[in-house]
């Protein structure tokens, strides 16, 4: 399974798109040995979609069921009671259809929700608000293998008036001089729209990225109308949602027809059949009641967390060292540790060290992602970037305002993230835009 890529939901966009999320399907094989200029983009048909159609990734909790942890770090006291309200909106939502449990235990969890600091990833005046990260080796035939399957991050950065030109000059007006009375006034009214922002933007962000996390894709707001699901048309430029985050029938509607069962919070008095999607038996979460046990195998693992891996003493990933691996490093096992299913959900790096697969992967994870980069870096638009090879060593600079076809994206080492243009040839992704084909 360690050929399995990860699968990205990247730079979700809860105003205006800066860049499409990334689809992963398999890697690239056969790289070419330039990156090759993309051709002008052709306008494609708008297809048709029947209204009991719900867009949706290409995978499912055969169970209808899975365990979130929230790590609260990062996150202020104000932040983190909108995250857990987002969850309970899910939770209350969902119900009849999907069930979410909390727990305390990191590697118990299916789901791990975290902050990170997005503040310097904005175009046109938007801001990323989330982003969600599926290990695909964690879903088999296309059920997802409990525990530690998805990641999601939630933007923890906060926004002020006086940081205003991440939100753009609409949101923006001008406020008098310092000396004329009203400044203050003012401000704090300006000061409250953006308060508002904040905290609507993670509110719709926490809700948007767990149905990511369950299989649910994004909406067009042609089709579907406002939805937590569109990521293009959330907010007004007042800070108001422009859809019920508690009631969103769209959205339940995508989770029930991928999972079925009773969207109890519309009303609904009998058990619907999905319509759509992948099923599956109970794929099996870890069973408490029984040890986890090591087999003989050895290779390489590689910490894809952003935050780092835990490192543990004992087999069942209960007992901390207190350390943390960091990200992108690489590391030699010893064995394999396998959950009372059969599944494997660890790794012996030797002595008593164990990690969790939900922190490391066989390979340095790269998603295949088509579309086409166009090269802008926000600082100054007329400069070009840098190509790099996966050493982070510059290969040469792109100009300002040229695409390139994309074939891939990951990480390199230093937490941001890059596309791959082929070969080993990465540029940042922060340093343009995106478009998905």
Do not use: C
Request: net charge negative; no cysteine.
């Amino acid at each position: 399974m360690g050929d399995i890529p990860m699968k990205t939901r990247y730079w979700e966009r809860l105003g205006r798109t800066l860049a499409a999320a990334l689809l992963a399907g398999s890697l690239a094989v056969g790289a070419v040995a330039l990156a090759a200029p993309a051709q002008t983009a052709q306008p494609v048909a708008a297809a048709t979609t029947a209204q009991t159609y719900y867009p949706q990734e290409d995978f499912n909790y055969g169970n209808n069921k899975a365990v979130i942890y929230l790590d609260t770090t990062g996150f202020t006291a104000d932040q983190l009671a909108t995250v857990k309200q987002g969850i309970t909106n899910v939770q209350n939502m969902l119900n009849g259809i999907f069930t979410f449990t909390l727990t305390n235990t990191k590697s118990q969890a299916d789901i791990v929700i975290a902050g990170k600091d997005y503040s310097d990833t904005s175009d046109n005046g938007e801001q990323v608000g989330g982003a969600t990260f599926i290990n695909y080796n964690q879903v088999i035939n296309h059920i997802a293998q409990h525990p530690n399957g998805t990641r999601i991050f939630l933007d923890d950065s906060y926004k002020s008036y006086a940081t205003s030109q991440y939100i753009g000059k609409q949101w923006s007006p001008q406020l008098p001089a310092k000396t004329d009375p009203n400044y203050q006034t003012i401000f704090n009214q300006y000061q409250a729209y953006f308060d508002k922002w904040n905290k609507n933007t993670l509110l719709l962000a926490t809700e948007h990225e767990i149905g990511h996390g369950i299989g649910l894709d994004h909406t067009s707001t042609d089709t579907y109308g406002y939805s937590i699901m569109n990521p293009e048309a959330a907010l007004n430029k007042e800070g108001d949602l422009l859809m019920d985050v508690t009631k969103d029938a769209t959205y339940i509607r995508a989770a029930q027809a991928i999972y079925g069962g009773q969207a109890t919070i519309l009303g609904d008095t009998e058990a619907k059949q999905p319509t759509q999607g992948y099923h599956g038996g109970d794929s099996g979460n870890v069973n408490p009641s029984r040890d986890n046990t090591t087999k003989p195998g050895t290779g390489v693992v590689y910490v894809n967390m952003a935050t780092g891996a835990d490192l543990y003493s004992d087999v069942n990933f209960k007992a901390g060292h207190g350390k943390k691996l960091p990200f992108s490093s690489a590391w030699q096992y010893y064995a394999v540790v396998y959950d009372a299913n059969g599944q494997i959900v660890g790794y012996n790096l030797g002595g008593q060290q164990f990690v969790s697969t939900g922190d490391v992967a066989t390979t340095k994870p790269v998603s295949s992602v088509k579309g086409v980069f166009t090269v802008h870096y926000t600082a100054n638009p007329k400069w070009g970037i840098a190509m790099w090879n996966g050493q982070l060593k510059p290969l040469t600079i792109l100009p300002a305002n040229s695409r390139w076809h994309v074939a891939g994206a990951g990480y390199l080492g230093d937490e941001n993230p890059y596309f791959n243009l082929g070969g080993d040839q990465w540029v940042a992704a922060t340093n343009g835009y995106f478009a998905r084909k």
